[in-house]
Structures are given as C-alpha cells and as structure tokens.
C-alpha cells in the first residue's frame, strides 16, 4: 500500500503530456524505492547478531570427524566428548554471555568428504571455528580452505609436521610429529640402547612424516635404520613384508600406522620375531590393545599426556560420560584432545571475543591452559607446547615407563 501511495503522489506532479516520458520515470522511481529498501533491509540484518533464546550471543562451531568408516570410533568418542565440553560450558553461569552449539560433519578419514564439509561449516552454516579434522591427509586439504576464509581451524589428531606452516588459523592441541618422532628417535638410542632400527609405515601423510623425522633422528644420534618399508592404508596381509624386515635382523623396528598394528603384531609373532617392537602414540589406546591380546606385549611406545584411569574428578568424570554416551568405549586420547579443544575456544571467546579473528588472537594468548590432557599452551604456529610420555605393554595392558 505505502508503494501505491508513492506511486499516486509521483503521478500527480507529472506535467508532461508526454506519457514514455512518465512512464521512464514511473519505473526509475520503482527502482529506486525497491533498492533502498532491500539496502536498509541488509543493514538490518547485518547489525543482528544471532543468539539464544537466554539472549546470548551463539558461538556456533562445526566439527569434521571420522563417524563412519574403519576409524569410525574415534569419530565417536570425540563426538561425545565435544558435546559433553558443550554441555559444561552453557550450564556455566560466566560474563561471556555466550552459547556455544556444533554442527557435525562426517569425513570418513577422505580429504574429499572433508573439503566439502569445510565448505558446508563455512558458507552454509557459518561457524567460526572448526574441531577437526583427525587424519593429517584430510587437515592438509582442509586447511586452505579454513586459512581463505579466516576461520579458525583446530585438529585434535592430525600430527604431520607440514602443518605446522599451514597457516595463522591452523591450530591444533595435538603434538606434531616433528615432537614426537625426533623425542621417539632420542629414547630408543639413550634409554633403550638401540643401535639397529627398521621402519615399517603407513603410505600417507601421517606414515611418511614421522618415519622421516625419526630416520633423520635416530641417524644424527648415531643410529643406522637398516631398512624402510611401507604398507598402504587397511592393508590386512603383512606377511612378505615382515619376512623383508625379520631377513635384515634388526634390533627394533618402528610400527607407525592405524588400527592395521592389530594385523601386524599378529603375523609378526607367527613368523617368530624375537625384536623390540616400537610403535606411535596412536597405539597409546587400550581399545586398540585389547584387540591385540598378547601380540603386542613388550611393544614401547611414545604416549600424549593423558591417563583415562587418573583419579582426577574432572578425568573420571569426562571418561564416564563418553563410555556412557558411546555405549561402553573407552575415552582415547583422541576425545580427550577433543574435549579440550572446546574448552580451548572458550578461553579464547573469554580473552578476545566470539569471532574467529578474536578466537584466533585468544588461543595465541593461552597460557598452560589446565585441561585433561595437561597443560596446553600455542607456539606462534599454532603447535601445541605439551609434555610427552613413554609407555610399554605388559600382560595386554598398557604401562607406564
């Protein structure tokens, strides 16, 4: 009606008998009205800030993890430990007058799946951080994606050392193998007096960092790495590579992979090896071990602080909700770091503000933030500054050395 108005208004001050000419400039006013008002509208809209029904602000994060696929339990795991952080941290009564919500993608350890997820949190959904992704492959994909769009982006699992340059958004509360592999290569030499190692990796991102971080370390030590092997990704049948390493006698050799260990400690005890066998902190897992019975004992292994059997209330309390909320699975590492990446962005939201720049500035300002896996502190890459342990099994079970 306020349209027709104008419109009726306009007319009567046309003098001309010249009717294009009205009409020129009958649909010129039209144009005009209606691109001032979709303006105002926008700016509107611009200045509203999304927020719950308490009327906080919504601190919206997406999470891209393995729910489905041969790593789907950690996917799991996590998932229950990012929505128990959420659950704490809104039933908290604080000044940050803020809401935290996740929304979940699934990336099934694809860097495929997980750059259309990235896209999906970004552009659909808009979050302004990221937890994930877990498998370094699918970090390294995601990560331009994340860094163009400056949305923070903090992984839980992924270690491979060249994401250490992936950009100032890239964070991520896990160690890198760069850590872990040249203290792995040190301890092995010092502590277990190895002279003789082999390498047997996984063909990817994470395989191929770390091996190449310890060859180089275990050598600078003094060390020889006898021989090099890799395997590729669900591989089951590791027998000709075995008889490979067992035919060159080392005295260690280096397991790095995923749940395919489970295949590789078992053909190794049917073709009678007699080495010590060393292995990554993704076997810091007794889930993993469980599966394993008795083929992996002896194996020493670098482990992330973190202690599922701690009598820490806050530990006891976050590993009886994820075994609960996940059917009875242990809470690994993994969710732990998860856990703690929310806990994380919440500091960050309290130091600087609920925008990603904000986020990213505060994670940069945390100082030996006190979370269940020890204390986290950033280096100026978005590395975490953490302690490490190192482990062996005895009897089926994981302990500490």
Not at 188 to 211: E, M, P, T
Not at 297 to 309: E, I, K, R, S
Request: hydrophobic share 40%; charged share 25%; aromatic share 10%.
């Amino acid at each position: 009606m306020r349209i027709i108005c104008y419109v009726n208004n306009f007319l009567k001050f046309q003098k001309s008998d010249n009717v294009k000419l009205s009409l020129t400039y009958y649909c010129l006013f039209l144009l005009i009205f209606a691109f001032s008002m979709i303006i105002a509208g926008c700016s509107d809209s611009d200045e509203k800030k999304e927020t719950d029904p308490n009327n906080k602000t919504v601190v919206k994060l997406g999470a891209i993890l393995p729910e489905t696929g041969d790593l789907a339990k950690y996917g799991k795991t996590s998932r229950a430990a990012i929505e128990l952080a959420i659950k704490e941290i809104n039933d908290k009564r604080d000044r940050t007058d803020c809401y935290f919500e996740c929304v979940f993608e699934d990336d099934a350890m694809s860097p495929v799946r997980g750059v259309s997820a990235a896209k999906k949190l970004i552009v659909t959904d808009k979050v302004v951080a990221i937890i994930g992704p877990f498998g370094s492959g699918v970090t390294r994909a995601v990560a331009p994606i994340a860094e163009r769009a400056r949305v923070v982006l903090l992984s839980p699992g992924s270690t491979e050392p060249g994401i250490t340059n992936a950009g100032k958004f890239i964070f991520r509360n896990c160690l890198s193998d760069q850590y872990e592999g040249g203290q792995m290569s040190t301890f092995v030499f010092d502590s277990l007096k190895l002279r003789r190692v082999a390498i047997y990796h996984i063909n990817n991102a994470f395989g191929v960092g770390i091996s190449k971080v310890f060859r180089k370390g275990f050598q600078e030590n003094g060390g020889q790495i006898v021989l090099v092997e890799a395997f590729s990704e669900k591989c089951r049948d590791h027998r000709t590579a075995l008889a490979k390493l067992k035919s060159v006698a080392p005295e260690g050799i280096y397991i790095i992979g995923y749940d395919e260990m489970i295949s590789v400690f078992r053909q190794g005890k049917e073709l009678g090896f007699k080495t010590q066998w060393l292995a990554t902190s993704f076997l810091n897992d007794q889930y993993l071990v469980d599966q394993m019975g008795n083929d992996a004992d002896g194996t020493v292994l670098a482990a992330w602080v973190y202690d599922p059997n701690s009598p820490d209330p806050r530990i006891q309390n976050f590993a009886e909700v994820v075994r609960k909320q996940t059917g009875g699975l242990d809470p690994d590492v993994f969710s732990a770091n998860s856990y703690d990446a929310v806990y994380l962005i919440y500091q960050a939201v309290k130091l600087q503000g609920p925008t990603s720049p904000e986020i990213q500035k505060g994670l940069l300002d945390i100082k030996d933030y006190d979370g269940v896996t020890g204390k986290t502190t950033f280096d100026q890459n978005g590395d975490v500054k953490k302690g490490l342990d190192f482990k062996k099994i005895k009897n089926g079970k994981l302990q500490p050395l």
